[in-house]
């Protein structure tokens, strides 16, 4: 028979205490909530760094397709630049020039056709315009988005007074700009997250006279570009 003062250790050995049991959960608590917040943060920081990679993406590709085109605006091969190739408003960038189409080889420095095939061509117009935070490009009778979380989009126009081929200022538009004059074009792009809810409080926001409040992040991107058919 085991004897008593063995039963008596082996009786207090056996099991938790109360106070044991809710000291332990009380400290399993503060480590799982240490675990969960840590989990947020993680994803917070993310979701941050994920919409900042696509911002960063969207504005560089928005600026270097909208400036390719800008750059090429006016050319039609080894014909003299013809007027009317550019036109701009509050809310569309209008841009003529031999995008697509293959230029007559013969005819050299004369001045452009308006009514022939290459310059009537639908690949021969390109209008830039935003629809829905999209950033459109329309050729061809196509609307093409290619990219989006734009929100708004302004052209300030680079206008040459003395025939030098270089701005003399820079201006947005209204009614009566003279295109003709036009030497460049500074482009401004809002973009923001595709996400919400990125900040810690509502930031508000002011591009081209208009207010963004929420907690979306944003961004400004901006080039000039020069036409380069219109310079001697």
């Not at 050319?75 to 509050?90: H, I, N, Q, R, V």
């Not at 308006?114 to 490009?137: F, M």
């Amino acid at each position: 028979m085991m004897p008593f003062s063995s039963m008596k250790i082996s009786y207090q050995q056996r099991g938790l205490s109360l106070i044991e049991i809710m000291v332990a959960m009380l400290i399993g608590t503060f480590l799982l909530g240490g675990a969960i917040a840590t989990f947020i943060n993680i994803k917070q920081t993310y979701r941050i760094q994920e919409n900042l990679s696509r911002i960063q993406e969207a504005g560089w590709l928005a600026i270097e397709l909208i400036g390719r085109d800008i750059r090429m605006t006016g050319y039609w091969g080894c014909l003299k630049p013809s007027t009317g190739d550019l036109y701009g408003d509050e809310v569309r960038l209008i841009l003529k020039a031999a995008f697509v189409v293959l230029m007559p080889t013969a005819n050299c420095e004369d001045s452009v056709n308006k009514s022939t095939s290459y310059y009537l061509d639908k690949t021969s117009t390109v209008v830039y315009t935003i629809n829905n935070g999209v950033l459109r490009r329309e050729t061809n009778n196509i609307n093409n988005d290619i990219v989006e979380g734009v929100e708004d989009m302004v052209f300030q126009y680079g206008i040459d007074t003395d025939a030098d081929s270089a701005p003399n200022y820079y201006m947005p538009y209204y009614s009566g700009v003279d295109f003709e004059k036009v030497v460049s074009i500074k482009v401004s792009m809002l973009l923001s997250s595709m996400d919400d809810n990125l900040t810690d409080k509502v930031i508000p926001y002011h591009f081209n006279g208009a207010s963004k409040s929420d907690r979306r992040l944003r961004r400004v991107y901006s080039s000039t570009f020069m036409l380069r058919n219109r310079h001697s």
